[in-house]
Every structure is written in C-alpha cells, then in structure tokens.
C-alpha cells in the first residue's frame, strides 16, 4: 500500500513510528506533509529519518505544502491525521475529496470531516469506489467503530453509551477519589499534560459530543453533526455532588448516548461496578445488541501511539479487502 | 452466501433463528444436519420450518445424517455447530475436511477442531485457498478473535487474560456475595441451568482452558493443545478464601493466561475495580498490546443467540472479504 500523510502532528509522527519497525502491513510512505511542510517521494520515503528531521527542524519535509501536492502523487490510502476543525472541517475536507479524485481510500482520525460533513463524504467516497474508516477518530486505539462494522456485524446494534473522553474521565476520577474541587484538578490535569491549556472542547463535552456523532453516523449510516447533540459539560460539577453519588453507590461520569432517535451528552450516575465504571483516563463504550446483549469495550481513548495503532489497523483493513493478506 | 449448517443444538438452532428475519448478511441454507437426520435443498431451505419440524418431531430433516452428505450439495462456507468434541476432534474434524475439498469456508463455534488439531487445520484451510473463522469457539458473543485479528491488526499482541467460563464466573460471584459453599452454588446453577448436570468441562477449567489454545493459536500462529495447558480448576476454593481475598481487596477469578512461552488457567488474585472484575456470567478479555496498551472487551460468554451471532458476523466476514459488500 502506497500511503500519503497529512498531518505530523503528535498522531502522525505516533503513524511514522508504527511503521517504521516491522509494521504489521506492508505501507510505503510517498507523502508526508505538516501544516506548512511537504516530503514526497514516489519510491517511498523513510519514516525514521522524517521523524529526525521533523525533531531537528521543526518541519517535516523541504518544500511548501498546499494540498495541491496530493494531485502530483500516487498513492492508495491517504492517512488524514490533521488537527479536528469543526463548522466546513477544512482543510481536512479539501484532503478527503482530492483523495476520492485520485480514487484513493482514506483513514482517518480527524473528527472534523466524518462530523460535520458526514454525508457528504460518505456519497464522495461512493461514488469513487473507495473506503473511508474511522476507528482512530472515536476512542483512540479502543476499537469501537471496527467492533460495530466488523465483529458485530451479524447483530443489531440498537445503541451505544460510553466515555469517550479521557480528561473528563481523569477529571471527574480525581475529584471522587481526593475530594478536590474541579478548579483544582482542571489545574493538575494541565501540569500532567492530560488536559489543553484551553480545555473547553474535553470539559464541555464537546469532543464527546463530535465522537457520538460518528458513531452514531456510523451505526445508523445517518448523516448527524454537531448541531444533533444535547450537549452538557462536567465544569459545574462539584465534589459534593461526585460524594452525594458515592454515597448511593454510584460514580457520576460523562456519559455520550448514541440511539437512533437520540444523541445526548451529559453528566450521568452510574451504577459502582457497572461496565461503564471505568477510571482514570480510560474510555469505555457499551453496545446494546439484539443478540449478543451488551458488548462492553474498554482502552486507552487517546495517546499519540494508541491513536496510530488505530490508523495502523484500518490500513491493514484496507490492504486486506483489496486484495486479501 | 450458500450455508451449510452441521449442528442443530440450541446454537444452531440460535443461527437458523438469527438468518429467518431481515438477516444482515444474504445467507441461503441449503443444508442443515443434527446428529441424525438432514434436510437438503439446492434452492434454499426456510429456516423457520426447520426450527418448527425440529421442535414436532426432534428431528431437522427426512433423511438419515451422513457427512458424505456434504460432498452431495454445493455450499460457499459450512456452519459448523456441532458439539465439541476432544482427542481427535471427530466428526467435527471431519466435517472440515470435506468442506475444504469442496473449496467452502468454514464458521465455526466447536471449539474441536480448533484447540486439538488447530495446526492441521490450518494447513488444510491455506492448501484449499479457503478461511476458517472461530469467533463463536472463543467467548460466544464477545468479540475476541475479531478484535486481535481486525480491530488490532495494526497492533502487535503481546498475551491476553481473560474469564472465559461464564459458569465459573457465576459460582465464584454467588460463593463471595452470599459467603455459600461452591457445592451449594454448585446446585443453584444446575438448577438455573448454568451449570450442566456434569460440570466438570466448566469446573475443572478445561471450557477455558480450549478457550485459551484457541486464542493463543490465532495470536501466535501456533499449534498448541489442550496437552500444553496448566489446568486448576475451581472446585476446591472455599467461601473463607474468597473472604480472605476481598478483605485485601481482592476477588477470586478463574483466570486463562496466554502469552507465547506460557498457557496457564488457574484461581487467580484480581484487584477489585480491575479490568477483570467482572461478575455474573459475564465474561471479559484483556489484551496485552504493544501501542494500544490494554484493551479490554466483556460481554456474554454463552448463549444460544449469543454465539450465533458470532457465527454471522464470521460469515458476513467472509461474505466481505470474497466479494465486498
């Protein structure tokens, strides 16, 4: 498989490394782009000595990039590991569609283009005969959109409850367990890395939100964005409600609730022991089935490597049905 | 997708339910045998009436079983239901070859074939050109081998620990929570029709321990038998141990291991709120993987429906990969 890279971020470079090392499908490199930077070479690039140049220079390759460069180049897959835009998800969307045009399939882990314009991609990639996947933009390397499509795929899948976002799940873990207040935790979060200096996307649940969107999209081939969810964040939550909870032996937890009708996130009590009683920065997500009853899936939502193993496994999807292993 | 369905116990007949309404993948039985009868027809049989004539007279069809039947009808996957069977695995075994020869995939949930003669298998399968899927042998409904070979095929797999023996799962809960002896427990979950009337499969750990083979001959492309397993079981394990442990925390769990030096199943230590802390009959698996760290998948075990649901998902796969969906 030929592959072109955009996006070199923490997620790409995690991509760069997984294959660069005995990866477990054979890909070859022949473009790889950061926000302002190219490297193309049609015989295949190296992953390691992009990653030194990347650490030495600041930037990926030697010429300018413009998504133009994606017209010049041959390649099968294109692995789409910019950063989540929301409102018209460019300039991932541009990517997405120059791919479709030169009738390559595409991987991604941008939440941007498969929640805003998911319809819209999806009749795209039809009408060019290609695949999208998108397991790395819901969960990180827990599989949860490979779980519905591939390892359900003889049962109904009513609907889905999870947490898909591992700073609220941190946040509100911390907060039960020391009696901390949100401030004080937010704060901690930032110094350990696992919250953004401008946390607002994980602690409003707006990054739940964008992953229930695609699972619902995904589940109901429907074409939901943003705008479909109720949306509540964890920020007016307080120790004294977290301990009240405790008390009658639950843990409160940002809960994202995909049905056919419905997509909502929000705050929820849930049972102590339950499946969705899961700490720290783990993410978890229950499917409700017509036969097998209630599939639970529990991982590592984020994380720039558990993210590429994501990317890693729907290319080798990819491989797989285009021509068998 | 022509079927043909050898078995007729409750999970075939769970699969003849599970194909008889709005199926998710286009499947045609054409031949559906228990252990003494068959029904055969080229165009398609209707699984509704079989599930009927089984249930008036005890029988699936109007002729007399032979497996020589199976080289009379043309079929693109065998259903292999029947019961497992160890040593040499027979007549699952069998029923395999001849699927093989005539160039048919096989689904299979006898865990037979594939924990005592898993390497012959395999041979026989790559020579024909054909797939062999054994979700439905490991963990019922609970995507196992899905998960290592598609979710995480972009991954490397270290080892898995897992509860696989729903039964087991039950006694050791209902010994800890109620403080009863296993003999007690033993009892109530015959009588709920848990546990069969010879538990020893369960008990003894040797359901779990063909669980484990099969897992580590997917993981590691191996051989491995019943024979290279260390096997204890639960029935010496007193309501007193199990309070001991949870007083430092701890529940009770008969644990498989797989890793590729080692298969072991055996009482084990588990820290309460772990991944493995699951009650009931449920089952869990935790894999051990080299970017996406632990993942975990949990769901039910067992069941009629449960696992033939594992058994459409594998021929929805085969479906895919022999021609896209």
């Not at 009696?179 to 649940?205: C, N, R």
């Not at 007016?236 to 009240?244: G, I």
């Not at 017509?290 to 729907?314: I, K, N, P």
Request: aromatic fraction near 4%; glycine fraction near 12%.
């Amino acid at each position: 498989m030929k592959a072109a890279l955009v996006g070199f971020g923490a997620v790409g470079q995690g991509f760069a490394e997984a294959i660069s090392e005995d990866p477990p499908v054979d890909v070859s490199l022949v473009l790889a782009a950061d926000s302002g930077t190219a490297a193309v070479d049609a015989e295949g690039l190296d992953p390691v000595q992009l990653l030194e140049t990347k650490e030495k220079t600041g930037d990926v390759g030697g010429r300018e990039w413009t998504p133009d460069i994606l017209d010049e180049v041959e390649y099968d897959v294109l692995v789409e590991a910019s950063p989540t835009t929301l409102d018209d998800a460019e300039p991932a969307f541009t990517h997405f569609t120059k791919a479709f045009d030169s009738g390559a399939h595409v991987v991604t882990c941008n939440k941007g283009p498969v929640s805003m314009r998911y319809g819209e991609v999806m009749e795209l990639a039809r009408e060019a005969g290609v695949k999208v996947r998108v397991e790395g933009a819901v969960g990180g390397a827990m599989p949860v959109v490979n779980t519905v499509e591939e390892s359900l795929a003889g049962d109904t899948v009513h609907g889905a409850r999870g947490i898909l976002n591992g700073t609220c799940n941190f946040i509100l873990t911390r907060m039960l367990e020391e009696g901390l207040t949100y401030e004080h935790v937010l704060k901690e979060a930032q110094d350990m890395g696992i919250a953004e200096s401008d946390p607002t996307f994980d602690v409003e649940g707006i990054d739940t939100a964008l992953k229930c969107v695609i699972l619902s999209n995904v589940l109901f081939d429907g074409d939901r964005t943003l705008d479909d969810v109720d949306v509540e964040g964890i920020t007016e939550l307080t120790p004294d409600a977290l301990r009240l909870a405790r008390d009658s032996g639950h843990v409160v937890k940002l809960v994202g609730e995909v049905s056919e009708d419905e997509l909502t996130v929000a705050p929820r009590l849930v049972p102590e022991g339950e499946a969705l009683d899961v700490g720290g920065t783990l993410n978890v997500v229950s499917f409700d089935c017509e036969l097998a009853g209630e599939v639970t899936v529990v991982g590592r939502g984020a994380g720039s490597l558990e993210t590429a193993s994501a990317l890693v496994s729907d290319v080798a999807a990819i491989a797989r049905e285009s021509g068998g292993r």
